[in-house]
């Protein structure tokens, strides 16, 4: 298909990358069984294609060790399985989900047993953010997307760099990421992405109506979403990760040059090699002894 | 002791050089009346001590008469000279002995209490009817202001504005004057050929402001020379006179009767002052006063009053009037406005007198005035600073603004105690989780999906709680007080709360604005607020001990910046003691 440079702009069409999370280690101790959750989310996935005929559905599988693509609507052969109780779509998109889920199981290392890892986020943003690039790049149509992140498993502080990495660029390619988190606590990776980029960040309270909040929150394009009401959050951690810990940190240190997030006194700058002078800790001590000494 | 009253004969005079009248002078501890011998002296003198601010005397020796001089808080001098220095020793000693009997008892006070004036009886009233109208303020005043921890001055000095803004709000609109000429309102019966001015205070203080010549005979007049009654008669005799506009009988009248002629001339005072007017107009340009303002010197400048000119000889020529005159001075005066209030509108004197004052802290202003008149011509008023510059007062938030504040930010914090930090236990091997996240896949693919995915009533709750939220966290956030967590507490604790924390605030602004430590006074105050504080800090713990778990993290977030807060004082305050301590150590050893 021939590129064409001037894009046609249409106001209530939507492409909407999902991410779902399939972190296998979550939905064993999740309250909402994944099978639930699934009917709840390809149900939404149907509805958004009902809205309009030009809208397009892309599904990542954010696993715990790779992430990739399961379902795209525009590719979509439609020849899967058409049995009774389920839509070719949906086949199709379970099909390439359990052989996703089998290759995740594969590249999985041995861990310690009891802990559960977060799921590859970073991975599956970075993929979402691609394929919308593609489409900028191609085809007669603007897809005004917008990414929806179904996470449930709590933060990777160690993909901080990575996740804040791609809420940037989606930000400077305005696509907003919408999240719905059903995991016990809130996420401040996507409070940070929603908020970063625009998009609108859910907790549901009642898990067994999700599809209810995922309709009334995320179905619409953008064009109306300028003219909604939707959820705001009370507020945002915007808690960092120091890079040298990947811990969550509620103090620490800055450094001057790279602006990169330490937990502790460094020498030197891991990231950026800027060398730091004296400690600050030993001046205010030499000068507290100092204004110190006449008092006593 | 002497005994209550001196009575000495004396030479009562305005200035030094004045040869004096002679009298008697009689002082009690609480007035000085000076009686002239001559009976028909008007110098006369009646007066208080407590009006007196000071007192000088010639030395003995000295080549001067023995004399006197007290001086009165307005600046006014009084001399007497006794004819002996016997005399005036006694009546020095006793002048003394007045003076600082009622001004001992504030002085030593002074020095204990705070450095503050007597308030006024005004202002006491107004402070008991906004304690009477503000039950939050009352309680703070019973709780600090009766237990000792802060004085009643102390109390209200911070609340300046207060008191500002109430009286502000009561002072009242000042109301002009009416524009009706006063010819205009005597009413004239024809049959009996009567005309009847009706003179209420309005109309006195009307002419008395149009007429400053008329105002000034009064003064000067009245209580000595004619009385109140003779006087108004002959002015409405002149203004009669003036209405008939027959010239030649004005003049006549005029020259047989002196006060008579002094209504009947024109106003000499205006004439003065028309022409300093003319004098400071700028040369440049002004718009408000030109030449034609000086319409005195004019003799045929515009229409003799009531039409009709008349040649007239000279001599009567004084006595003539035009309306424009009489418009342009009543117009002049309406515009001015009022300066007497309405309460000094009770009878003729009491007009004459208070005008006679607001004339004079006018004179003064245009005195000040003057000075600086030159420059400010050449100024341009949107290249000055900003004349006033008003005290911005300490704005301490209501606590109730600020606990909203911190409802979603405790909110959050209950909520994520625990965010992503703590691994989830997961007693699932790898392949166990993986095989029943297949399995729920699976089972979808048998069973398809949920039929119906959403039960109604779910639905409507999830709705529900959405919109609930949407609007909530858009229009009410922090507004509704039964979203806040204050409110959620049971209301005896939120009361408590609140009036901790109002009191806090009170404390801590009294503390922090008496820092640095000058006076002793400043130190006790200080100390008083520590201990006033301390027993707050002990409460608040008491109150969240006695509180159960389930609240107590709650309240426990509420109180902790007032903790914080009162501890940022404490420890303030043992700095700077033990800074003292040190200090007051070393100067022993140093330099006094």
């Known amino acids: 298909m021939a590129s064409v440079p001037s894009k046609l702009y249409s106001d209530d069409v939507s492409l909407v990358v999902v991410l779902v999370d399939t972190n296998p280690f979550f939905w064993a101790t999740s309250s909402l069984s994944f099978s639930q959750f699934l009917s709840h989310v390809l149900a939404f996935l149907n509805s958004i294609l009902l809205l309009n005929q030009l809208n397009q559905v892309v599904v990542i599988a954010t696993g715990h060790n790779s992430c990739d693509y399961v379902y795209d609507s525009s590719s979509a052969s439609h020849h899967g399985v058409e049995n009774r109780t389920i839509p070719a779509l949906y086949s199709v998109l379970l099909q390439k989900m359990e052989e996703f889920l089998i290759k995740d199981e594969k590249l999985g290392k041995q861990e310690s047993p009891g802990m559960i890892a977060s799921s590859l986020l970073s991975g599956s943003l970075s993929l979402a953010l691609c394929y919308i690039q593609r489409l900028f790049r191609t085809g007669p149509l603007h897809p005004q997307p917008r990414i929806l992140c179904l996470q449930g498993s709590s933060d990777g502080p160690e993909q901080y760099v990575a996740i804040m990495n791609s809420i940037f660029s989606a930000q400077r390619s305005m696509v907003p990421i919408d999240s719905c988190y059903v995991g016990a606590h809130n996420s401040a990776f996507l409070q940070q992405a929603s908020y970063i980029t625009g998009g609108v960040y859910v907790k549901p309270q009642h898990l067994d109506g999700l599809f209810q909040y995922l309709v009334t929150v995320f179905a619409t394009d953008l064009h109306c979403r300028s003219s909604l009401q939707l959820p705001r959050p009370a507020g945002v951690d915007f808690r960092a990760s120091c890079f040298c810990h990947k811990t969550t940190i509620d103090m620490g240190y800055v450094c001057s040059v790279c602006l990169s997030i330490f937990c502790k006194h460094h020498k030197k700058c891991s990231t950026c090699g800027s060398v730091f002078g004296q400690a600050q800790a030993d001046n205010s001590a030499v000068s507290d002894r100092k204004r110190k000494a006449p008092e006593t | 002791m002497a005994s209550e009253k001196v009575t000495r004969r004396v030479k009562y005079k305005t200035s030094v050089k004045d040869p004096g009248t002679p009298g008697r002078l009689l002082l009690s501890m609480e007035k ?22 000071n007192h000088k005397y010639t030395k003995e020796g000295s080549n001067k008469a023995p004399m006197l001089n007290l001086t ?43 450095p503050s004036e007597q308030p006024s009886t005004q202002d006491l009233l107004l402070r008991m009817t906004l304690l009477q109208e503000n039950s939050e303020l009352q309680k703070l005043h019973k709780e600090f202001v009766s237990n000792g921890v802060l004085t009643e001055d102390e109390f209200w000095a911070s609340r300046k504005k207060l008191l500002d803004g109430v009286s502000s709000r009561k002072s009242k609109q000042r109301v002009g004057l009416k524009s009706v000429m006063l010819s205009e309102q005597a009413t004239f019966d024809s049959r009996t050929k009567r005309v009847t001015y009706s003179l209420t205070p309005e109309v006195v203080r009307e002419i008395f402001a149009e007429k400053p010549a008329i105002h000034r005979a009064y003064l000067k007049l009245v209580p000595n020379k004619m009385a109140d009654k003779d006087f108004w008669t002959k002015l409405c005799r002149a203004l009669y006179l003036q209405r008939e506009k027959n010239i030649n009988v004005l003049a006549a009248e005029a020259a047989e009767d002196e006060e008579l002629a002094l209504f009947l001339k024109p106003d000499e005072i205006l004439a003065c002052e028309t022409r300093h007017k003319i004098r400071c107009v700028d040369p440049t340009l002004n718009m408000e006063a030109d030449q034609g303002d000086d319409y005195t010197h004019l003799p045929d400048h515009g229409i003799v009053r009531d039409g009709g000119k008349e040649v007239s000889e000279s001599q009567s020529e004084p006595y003539r009037r035009t309306l424009f005159q009489d418009l342009n001075r009543h117009s002049a005066v309406v515009l001015e406005g009022t300066t007497v209030d309405e309460e000094h509108l009770k009878d003729t004197h009491s007009v004459a007198e208070a005008l006679a004052r607001s004339r004079q802290a006018d004179k003064e202003a245009d005195a000040n005035k003057e000075r600086f008149n030159r420059p400010q011509l050449m100024e341009l008023e949107d290249l000055q600073p900003p004349k006033d510059h008003p005290l911005a007062a300490l704005c301490i938030k209501d606590p109730r603004d600020y606990f909203d504040s911190q409802q979603s930010s405790a909110y959050k914090t209950s909520r994520d105690a625990s965010i992503g930090m703590e691994p989830m236990k997961c007693n699932l091997s790898t392949q166990e989780a993986y095989g029943s996240l297949r399995d729920s896949i699976a089972e979808i693919k048998a069973s398809g999906l949920m039929d119906p995915i959403v039960a109604p009533e779910v639905a409507v709750k999830v709705f529900s709680v959405l919109t609930h939220n949407i609007s909530s966290s858009r229009y009410h956030l922090g507004k509704n007080p039964r979203e806040s967590i204050l409110d959620r507490l049971p209301a005896s604790i939120k009361e408590e709360l609140l009036h901790h924390w109002v009191s806090i605030q009170e404390l801590l602004r009294h503390y922090w604005s008496s820092y640095p430590i000058t006076t002793s006074y400043l130190y006790s105050k200080v100390t008083r607020l520590k201990d006033a504080m301390s027993k707050i800090d002990a409460q608040l713990q008491e109150l969240k001990e006695s509180l159960q778990s389930d609240l107590r993290h709650q309240v426990t977030l509420l109180i902790r910046p007032m903790q914080q807060a009162l501890e940022a004082a404490m420890q303030h305050y043992d700095a700077d003691l033990q800074k003292r301590s040190a200090k007051s150590g070393e100067r022993p050893n140093g330099y006094v």
């Open chain 2, 72 to 114: 009165s808080s307005q600046g006014v001098s009084y001399i007497f000279e006794f004819e002996s220095y016997g005399d005036l020793q006694v009546c020095k000693e006793f002048v003394g002995k007045a003076l600082s009997k009622p001004g001992d008892t504030p002085k030593l006070k002074d020095t204990l209490e705070a």
């Open chain 2, 32 to 53: 000085l009346i000076f009686r002239s011998n001559s009976q028909n002296s008007a110098s006369k003198l009646d007066m208080e001590f407590r009006f007196i601010k």
